[in-house]
């Protein structure tokens, strides 16, 4: 055989072992099947035609009883033109997820790359590698839906401010920074959605940000997700709250947002025109559609009784601008909303518009061929996608103390290894909720077992940890092995969805079993905390016979690996928290229910996250230390900087919106030319210590003082390794209209003349003289 032909050859043979390997699962074609002849040259099967051609003639051909079955997740098939049903509800937070329906694991899929939760990926502080984890779940996400496992949209992830550290769900967030969770949101969602390379129409599969918005409140003292009333400032809505969502529809061409249950400032967010109509749709310009959480339509009838018919509700939230109802509330009420005037066809035409189109987007209505068409098992769980969630789970790993450098262990020195606590032999608890079957787990006590002779005992059942009377064992364990490894902290039983905390102390005799461990212990002791949540360890952290602390999050299916190799040096932990960790008593003072960003001193009300908030800390936000230590020197940055404005807009500062200190020494961002804001930055990192490591710059701002300011805020960071010895010079780009205007409290964003601080870190602060210059440019 000739070469060419060897590898024609082998070709066939790939491609033949590949139909066999997935025969039987292949879903058929959702739509425009070639073996339909009755369907197969309607109009919308033309993939040759503009998508909103397509789309325009598949909703002319509708009857209004056929579109209302199709306003719902489980839309109903229209046989008569060869239109399958779908399930629109799939979920993939990090990893493909059964969460929802849409979603079936068995089979030729057992399983699906289960990344760490999201709060550890954020962790990383890796831009680069949320955009890949999403590019590597979408690979998987297609595979599935080819073999008839999964959809194609899929409604992750959750980009919602971590407001509470009580919040059940603070697990699924990349955390407290509006900045910080909005560069996740954009690189998720790139990822997942693929390149954009024809001009961001064609999708790999549909990514949704969630839950829009000001939605962070489960289950808390008597409040509930269902029933509350989110008293949002303006303010606060521009500059926290809706940051993430705007930075997703706009920069990330996000295919979908959802709404959330709550209401803000009276009014569901899903009937809510303001919300929907206006922000996501004429100033967002999202290209996709807007879905309701699941029974969230159903939810503001019939619990918050927001109108006082049903079809009223149905037509409230579709002129809001809902496209799709996750719930059957539409189906059920919209027939009768049409026929009584209280909604047209034409705005559930509008509607339809928003959702087909993304299927058609998708390749649904293109046939059985198609870009990812080859995509099967094989592509699922693949070593290369193993080793990202490996790498992952490194990267996410927070070194928050290391007194005397106890840390890293060595095989050599430490032989025999006491790893100890509830969460000590974790698997379902790496991967936190929506979360799907993984590939498989290493558990810490299996990870720690590849360095060194482990001697295993739980301490206590559970993370409740009710009791103490195996507490002894641990003790014993820990004074006959060279270190003790205690893997202490909380899972789905003490923070998950609908169950926000009331305590942030560890639960039960947690505290208890480390002390008394560590008391025993020969060697030194290593505790490491699995949580989604921040949790007080002040005890801990002011103990000195605990040597360290590693915060693993929820670390994914090789968070055992991964919590190991930081354990013995393979890996050099560089993580850094993306939330504060406040001591108990903030939650004593503070009412989760109040969603106020800005401290309030002649109400003792504290504030909340690094960016108001300026109490005591257990740890603080982008808290993190390395085995290995950087110095940082800032190159060269503008000290100066001229904002070109319109006349008016010095002139004409309303008065009631800024006080009078301000007035005509800010300038509104829409009045200015954005383009021409651009700083650069440049810093020079070295590693001054004996091993390498990955360091990561964070720069904050400072803008002029003015009382309802924040104190600081993250406008940037970088991630980057430097081998020992060597230096590292970093460029950051900041833009003036996005990274340091503020919003006053009416919302609107300006910039504020003056010096702006720039922070490195908590190091150096560099001033930066901003100045309004009025003839640059023409009305
Ligand atoms: C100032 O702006 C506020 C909010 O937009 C408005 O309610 C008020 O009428 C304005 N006042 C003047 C004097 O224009
Ligand atoms: C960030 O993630 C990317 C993608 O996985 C990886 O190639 C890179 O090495 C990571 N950066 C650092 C500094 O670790």
Known sequence: MSQRKYAYFVLILVL????????????QPFACDP??????????????????????DLIGRLTLQEKIKLLVNNAAPVERLGVNGYEWWSEALHGVSNTGPGVKFGGAFPGATSFPQVITTAASFNASLWEEIGRVVSEEGRAMYNGGAAGLTFWSPNVNILRDPRWGRCQETPGEDPHLVARYAVSYVKGLQGGGDRGNSRLKVAACCKHYTAYDLDDWNGFDRYHFNA?????????????????????????????????????????????????????????GYIVSDCDSVGVLFDQQHYTRFPEDAAAATIKAGLDLDCGPFLAIYTEQAVRTGKVSEVEINYALANT???????????GPNGPYANLGPRDVCTPAHQQLALQAAREGMVLLKNIGRALPLSPQRHRTVAVIGPNSDATTTMIGNYAGVPCGYISPVQGIARYAKTVHQHGCMGV?????????????????????????????????????RVSLLLPGRQQELISRAAMASK???????????????????????????????????????????????????????????????????????????RADPARHYPGRTYRFYKGPTVFPFGAGLSYTRFNQRLVSAPVTLSVPTLQYDLEGINSTTISTAMKKKAVRTIHTNCDSLD?????????IGDLDGTHTVLIFSTPPPGATFPEKQLVAFEKFHV??????????????????????????????MGEHKIHVGDGFKHSITFQASKDEIKV
């Open 16 to 27: 033949v072992l590949h139909a066999f390997s997935y025969s039987g699962e292949a879903r």
């Open 35 to 56: 073996a339909n002849a009755v369907t197969r040259n309607l109009r919308f099967c033309k993939a040759s035609l503009p998508i909103h051609v397509r789309v325009q």
């Open 231 to 287: 008293k949002v400032s303006m303010q606060d809505l521009e500059d926290t709250y809706n940051v993430p969502f705007k930075a997703c529809v706009v920069e990330g061409n996000v295919a979908s947002v959802m709404c959330s249950y709550n209401q803000i400032n009276g009014k569901p967010t899903c009937a809510d025109p303001t919300l929907l109509r206006d922000t996501i749709r004429a100033q967002w310009h999202l290209n």
């Open 356 to 366: 087909i189109t993304v299927q058609m987007r998708l390749g649904m209505f293109d």
């Open 464 to 500: 409740a940890c009710p009791e103490n009377q195996h507490f002894g064992l641990a003790e014993i364990a820990a004074r006959h092995a060279d270190a003790t490894v205690l893997v202490m902290g909380l899972d789905q039983s003490i923070e998950a969805e609908a169950k926000d």
């Open 523 to 597: 060697g030194p002791v290593v505790l490491v905390l699995m949580s989604g949540g921040p949790i007080d360890v002040t005890f801990a952290k002011n103990d000195p016979r605990v040597s360290a602390i590693v915060w693993a999050g929820y670390p994914g299916q090789a968070g055992g690996a991964a919590i190991a190799d930081v354990l013995f040096g393979t890996a050099n932990p560089g993580g850094k928290l993306p939330m504060t960790w406040y001591p108990q008593d903030y939650v004593a003072k503070v009412s989760m229910a109040n969603m106020d960003m």
């Open 679 to 687: 700083l650069n930055i440049h810093i020079d990192v070295k590693n």
């Open 723 to 752: 081998v020992a010895g060597a230096q590292q010079r970093v460029m950051i780009n900041i833009n003036a209209c996005k990274h340091l205007s503020v919003a006053d409290e009416y919302g609107i964003r300006r910039i504020f």
